[in-house]
């Protein structure tokens, strides 16, 4: 009340002012004209967020047991002898943007795959297309596997040569009827938050989207990406002014409309 000092809500409790001298806590100008700070010189505490231990190798197994008790097909989580274990997840693809892919390049065989062959560098060509929206897929992976791991796997099973940053995971959880998304940091594991919210999808789904960071970087998109932004905004823009167009077309037979009728009254 005295000083005037604003804080966030939850950063109240950590705001130390000594306001015991009513107007003698404002900040003040100095003759070079800049503002010196208030003199509380405790404004604020650091505090070091205190990183939750990690669970243990007992721990572990207890929710691995939890979770596959829950397991209602063959998806089930492995525990494996170095406390690391195995799982499935599924990621929901809603991708608003096209996608480019190598053109003219066969099938993926069994050979390809055994021997990590990528397809997508035996090619030059390149062509964009939309991927079907909220395809699901479904990956097997370790507690080890990060989200960054996790969005290059799958680019690389829909042969995607994009740049990887321009895609982020989120996680997808329900709760009083709305749906909350939260983006992960790429060093999250997916798996272990899987074995945390259970087998259930409907309480937590992953979700990969475009990475909205703001200012869109233009550089990272090839020349038939951007290609195809043109023909998008191109249809956009056509759409808009036909029905600019019809609306006014409509108006236009109102007002004949309404003057024919008119003509045959009197005043």
């Known amino acids: 009340a005295d000083c005037r000092y604003t804080c966030h809500q939850e950063c109240r409790s950590l705001i130390q002012l000594d306001c015991r001298r009513p107007g003698q806590c404002q900040s003040q100008l100095s003759p070079e004209g800049t503002l010196l700070p208030p003199c509380s010189q405790n404004v604020t505490q650091t505090v070091e967020e205190e990183k939750p231990e990690p669970p243990t190798v007992q721990e572990i197994k207890q929710k691995i047991e ?16 170095d406390g690391t274990y195995t799982g499935f997840i599924k990621v929901h693809l809603k991708l608003r943007r096209p996608v480019t892919v190598p053109a003219g390049i066969r099938p993926q065989s069994i050979y390809d795959a055994l021997k990590e062959v990528n397809l997508a560098d035996m090619t030059a060509k390149r062509t ?36 990887p940053q321009k895609f982020a995971l989120f996680k997808e959880m329900r709760k009083d009827g709305q749906v909350l998304l939260q983006k992960l940091p790429l060093t999250e594991f997916p798996l272990y ?40 905004l191109d249809k956009e823009e056509k759409d808009k002014i036909q029905q600019v167009h019809r ?19 009197p005043g």
Request: glycine share 4%; proline share 3%.
């Open 66 to 81: 939890k979770y596959n008790a829950k397991v209602t097909n063959c998806l089930l989580m492995k525990l494996n002898e």
């Open 193 to 232: 938050l899987r074995l945390l919210a259970g087998p259930d999808t409907d309480v937590l789904s992953f979700v990969l989207k475009e990475n909205e960071t703001g200012e869109v970087e233009w550089d990272a998109f090839s020349i038939p990406e951007l290609q195809n932004f043109l023909m998008i």
């Open 128 to 163: 964009s297309f939309y991927l079907p929206l909220d395809a699901i897929k479904q990956l097997h992976i370790s507690s080890t596997t990060t989200v960054s791991e996790v969005i290059q796997g799958l680019l690389k099973k829909f042969m995607v040569v994009d740049n």
């Open 247 to 265: 609306k006014y077309e409509r108006f236009k037979q109102r007002l004949q409309q309404t003057l024919k009728e008119a003509r045959g009254k």
